[in-house]
């Protein structure tokens, strides 16, 4: 049974979960079986360790996929995996073999290691983890943070944008039509704005049902050279990503690329140059960032994403028999309360499954014990419960 951790040093170790690979090195046990044919031991021996590496591997792939998703992607898992699977195995040792009691099969039992995070990378290239992620959505949106900010038109800016979305594009991902994102910018005017803060987007980001909002910005600048005939351009590019349901900064990057141009070619000529430079930039930093965020999303599939879940105007025995229900909660992989006053908790909860079956078995669980729930907030991952029949008590 799960407990929910209030020391000090729990929330530290919490933390550290979120920033450790979200793979290692595996160590499996597994047995592979061959027909002996024309008394030939040696031929189904061979066999028979072949099919026990592939086991291997087959159980490493379970590590980021399930078998539904390796099921459906057969092909493509076969021929880019399973044909090369002892390829993953980094060392392996023979526990047991022989012919069965049939005589007419060779079994083999091996321990073997799994370079798990080779297998992750060539499921990354096909695609794969996208799939069973769900093929997340996103949203690109240009937030300048620097002085004297590029226009939204600028060459350098689209030339950003367009080479964000082509790499995400490229490795499946699905990006939010740019008909929203311009009612994004549309709605920052009409506020008065000259750009949000990173809450805002998030929230605008949520309205739209975008899974992860890319935020960036990019800056150039002619440089002096001691050439008569060539300046520098400056390139500066960062990128970060957003869950728009907590407003949590999940991964970040950054770029810069100094580059040589011709002076005095007009200011065609510069702009070009300009948006060559940032598209560049932009590609190189987005392709790095691109494995930050499968990382993310392997957490998610494994570890559960996690809730912001409120708890207002309640006893203190209530907020136990609630305690107990989340650790119970089908879905629920683990908890950790982080803010408690008297008759409130928050909790961080780790959650396998959509936010709504969350809520739902809530309600649910909460009236057959007696703790009755009532949702006044909820919010992509964030959530408020009132108890039953209460008011706000901030109002």
Not at 45 to 68: C, H, M, P, T, Y
Not at 261 to 279: I, P, R
Not at 305 to 323: C, I, Y
């Amino acid at each position: 049974m799960k407990r929910i951790i209030l020391a000090l040093l729990a929330v530290s170790l919490f933390a550290l979960a979120f920033c450790l690979p979200a793979w290692a090195e595996k160590v499996e046990k597994v047995t592979g079986s061959a027909s002996i044919v024309d008394g030939n031991t040696a031929s189904a021996r061979q066999k028979a360790l072949e099919q026990a590496l592939r086991s291997a591997v087959e159980q490493g792939i379970g590590v980021f996929i399930d078998s539904q998703t390796q099921a459906a992607n057969f092909t493509v898992i076969r021929d880019s995996i399973y044909s090369k699977a002892s390829g993953y195995v980094k060392t392996y040792q023979v526990t047991g073999e022989g012919p069965a009691a049939d005589g007419q099969t060779y079994e083999i039992t091996i321990k073997a290691e799994v370079e798990t995070a080779s297998i992750a990378n060539d499921l990354n290239a096909i695609g794969i983890q996208l799939k069973f992620a769900g093929n997340p959505r996103f949203m690109a949106v240009y937030l300048p943070e620097t002085e004297n900010p590029l226009s939204r038109s600028a060459p350098a800016v689209t030339a950003a944008e367009k080479a964000i979305t082509d790499v995400f594009l490229q490795k499946g991902c699905v990006i939010l039509d740019p008909r929203f994102t311009a009612e994004v910018y549309k709605r920052i005017e009409r506020a008065g704005q000259i750009a949000a803060d990173v809450d805002d987007l998030a929230k605008m980001a949520l309205e739209y049902q975008a899974d992860l909002l890319l935020v960036y910005d990019v800056k150039t600048a002619k440089a002096k050279t001691d050439s008569s005939y060539f300046a520098g351009l400056d390139t500066v590019f960062s990128i970060r990503i957003v869950s728009p349901s907590t407003g949590d900064i999940l991964a970040q990057k950054g770029g810069r690329n100094f580059s040589p141009m011709l002076v005095n070619q007009g200011e065609h000529y510069e702009n070009e140059e300009a948006a060559k430079a940032a598209a560049k930039t932009a590609s190189g930093a987005a392709n790095e960032l691109l494995g930050q965020v499968l990382d993310y999303w392997q957490r998610q599939v494994h570890q559960g994403a996690r809730l912001d879940v409120w708890f207002k105007n309640f006893s203190e025995e209530d907020l136990f028999v609630l305690a107990d229900i989340l650790e119970n909660l089908d879905g629920v992989k683990d908890t950790l309360v982080r803010n408690q006053s008297p008759g409130n908790f928050k909790v961080d909860v780790m959650y396998q499954g959509k936010p709504f079956d969350f809520q739902r078995d809530l309600f649910r669980v909460s009236r057959q014990k007696g703790v009755a729930v009532e949702t006044h907030q909820a919010e992509g991952n964030r959530f408020m419960f009132f108890k039953k029949g209460t008011k706000d008590p901030y109002r």
